[in-house]
């Protein structure tokens, strides 16, 4: 099954690795974060499931962990922290 962006595109060769490392990433509770690393919005939006629109608004509401700049014109989020947010929220079911 091929992996498609949030707006149907398919994504960049090398990025279902990249989502299956997450994955195993979130399944895993290292006692430190093991990888820090930038996320782009993209991978966030697959990663956490929520759409471009959701991700901004939870930001605003301090619901989800806010990006940091790469550039003047960039952003990013770190890795750990969204892995942690989605760890959250499966704790909380």
């Known amino acids: ?3 498609c962006t ?3 595109k398919p994504m960049p060769p090398g990025w279902r690795s990249t989502i299956e490392l997450s ?8 006692s430190a974060p ?8 993209p991978e ?8 471009r629109a959701a991700i901004y608004k939870a930001i605003r509401a301090g619901e989800f962990p806010k990006q940091v ?3 003047a014109r960039s952003s990013g989020w770190v ?13 909380s079911r």
């Open 6 to 8: 949030p707006k149907g």
């Open 23 to 30: 994955e195993v990433a979130m399944n895993s509770r290292p």
């Open 1 to 3: 099954m091929a992996l």
């Open 34 to 41: 093991t990888e820090l690393s930038i996320m782009r919005l």
């Open 44 to 51: 966030v939006a697959a990663v956490c499931g929520k759409s």
């Open 79 to 91: 890795r750990c922290e969204i892995e942690e947010w989605v760890r959250s929220r499966m704790a």
């Open 69 to 71: 700049k790469i550039s």
